[in-house]
């Protein structure tokens, strides 16, 4: 075999091996998730931690000029020399494909989190309209706190330093019940592709090469703590987007900040209503008008901040990470999102909420 064909072979070769991989999530829980990972992603956040700005940002803005820069200086060799061309690209595609599981991606290939916590994920309509109800009791109590009168949307006073320094308080309390959500070494970003970030519909990400959370700081501020929190969760080691959701609202809720805790409930609130409209409108326009208009005001705060993004960019990469998803062990794409409901419904039948 010539050396040159190494790195595509190894491409083959990496991808029969997460074929079998999936077939085995307690082997990737103890010796990735909770062995190799772990350390990996606590050295690479003490290291990236030190800069101010995020570093996985301006890695990849380097790399697309980089790669627009190739295309660019072999424009004239391309019909004489496509295949070493191609080879080249297929090379490259290997080494990121090796990086991108070895230091997070195999996250996608453990053991599911209702099994680790022992949670159901069948639930009827009669126990959606139940935990709603009880969601609307305790967001409308928060959102009492925080505001003069009821018809108030909740307006966050804290600054968004403030915000990301307070967000280990809530994870030091669900690690005390559930170690394995402890978290070490703050590393949270504003984003430096927020507009980017919101015409492509997305209020934060992982850089799962630096292991930064990436915050689109443009979005309305009472939905930082829960998009923080979620990020989190990508951080030590949940890939999984309904897990990491439900992870994030524990955060949120059991932190000491009445922010946090607002923003926590209200997106559960609305996860919960979302899921009851789709399944009962009836059963919806009954319960509705139980929520604060002040709750309801926040929630057409961030439909309108959305609204002015909206553009075929959006459509396409919502079309191109759904099937990404698919591809990495969430079957129901970006629907996998609202799937956190499932959790949150079957974990507080036996837990106070």
Partial sequence: ??????????????????????????????????????????????????????????????????????????????????????????????????????????????????????????????????????????????????????????????????????????????????????????STKNSLLRVPLSYMGFSGYLNPFTNEAQLNNLVPKYNLPSTITHEMAHQIGYASESECNFIGFLSAINNDDLYFKYSGYSFALKYCLNSLKLKDEQAFEKIIPKVHKGILLNYQESQDFWEQYQSPIEIAFHLFYDNFLKLNQQKDGIDSYSKFVDLMINYYKTEEL
């Fill in 1 to 186: 075999m010539k050396s040159k064909y190494f790195l595509a072979f190894f491409l083959v070769f990496q991808i029969l091996v997460l074929k079998i991989l999936a077939h085995f999530p307690e082997f990737v829980e103890q010796y990735y998730s909770n062995g190799i990972f772990p350390i990996l992603s606590v050295f690479s956040r003490t290291v990236f931690s030190v800069f101010p700005f995020s570093v996985g940002d301006v890695a990849y803005i380097a790399l697309v000029l980089l790669i627009i820069r190739w295309f660019w200086s072999n424009r004239k060799s391309w019909k004489t020399a496509w295949r070493d061309h191609l080879l080249s690209m297929v090379n490259c595609i290997s080494i990121f494909y090796f990086l991108f599981h070895f230091l997070w991606a195999l996250n996608y290939y453990r053991q599911p989190l209702s099994e680790k916590m022992q949670i159901e994920t069948e639930y009827s309509d009669e126990d959606l309209i139940h935990f709603t109800e009880k969601l609307i009791v305790k967001t409308n109590a928060i959102h009492r706190q925080l505001v003069l009168n009821d018809s108030l949307k909740v307006v966050v006073q804290n600054s968004t330093d403030s915000i990301y320094k307070q967000t280990l308080n809530g994870y030091k309390k669900i690690a005390n019940r559930y170690p394995y959500y402890q978290f070490q070494e703050l």
